[in-house]
């Protein structure tokens, strides 16, 4: 169960998705998130059927039909477990509810920015099946958290290790 605790800090988060865009740095951040938890780390690109991921290399986005499978595996993979962190961009409301049908408990940490730091991490990022010219579809996508979610807000423009200090000043398991 997740409440907020007296400093305003989201306490129970022992499941948690890192989302937002491409180049947003859900794996980067996620990860370091991961290790100063000591939780484990699942990486949503992983879960992907190949099919996906032929499509995305092949710079066409995904539609929702592709993504219904693919976010039943990300709740799987936080459900079966007591404890993760999944990087999964979970770009739009009706993504995270699928999610959340699976894993109710599921707190998102929304890593967000501008246009012109995703595009130039993008760019300068190597041997990764996601063209960076699908971020428009991507930013087209996102709705940001509603006030009903269970979540935070993180602006991208930091080092991972500093972005890991401010999550865990607003989350906590
Ligand atoms: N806070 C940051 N500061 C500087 N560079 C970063 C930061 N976060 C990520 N990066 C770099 O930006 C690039 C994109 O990050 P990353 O691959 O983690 O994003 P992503 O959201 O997982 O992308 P995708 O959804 O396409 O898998 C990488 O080269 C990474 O090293
Ligand atoms: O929902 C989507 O459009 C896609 O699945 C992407 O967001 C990828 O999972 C990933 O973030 C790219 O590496």
Not at 34 to 53: E, K, Q, R, Y
Not at 135 to 156: C, F, H, K, R, T
Request: a negative charge; glycine letters at 8%; hydrophobic letters at 45%.
């Amino acid at each position: 169960m997740t409440v907020k605790s007296e400093h305003g800090a989201i306490a129970g988060a022992s499941r948690i998705v890192v989302m937002g865009v491409s180049g947003s740095g859900k794996s980067t951040v996620g990860q370091a998130l991961a290790a100063a938890l000591g939780m484990p780390f699942i990486d949503g690109d992983d879960l992907h059927p190949a099919s996906n991921v032929v499509k995305m290399r092949s710079g066409i986005p995904l539609e929702d039909e592709d993504r219904w499978a693919w976010l039943d595996e990300v709740g799987r993979a936080l459900d079966s477990r007591p404890a993760a962190v999944v990087a999964c961009s979970a770009l739009a409301r009706r993504y995270r509810d699928r999610i959340r049908v699976i894993a109710p408990d599921v707190i998102f940490v929304h890593l967000d920015g501008p246009r012109a730091i995703l595009e130039s991490r993008l760019n300068a990022r190597r041997n990764h099946f996601m063209p960076a010219a699908l971020l428009n579809s991507q930013l087209a996508i996102l709705e940001p958290l509603e006030l009903d979610e269970a979540g935070i807000v993180a602006d991208i423009d930091s080092e991972p290790d500093e972005l890991v200090r401010q999550i865990l000043g607003k989350i906590r398991p």
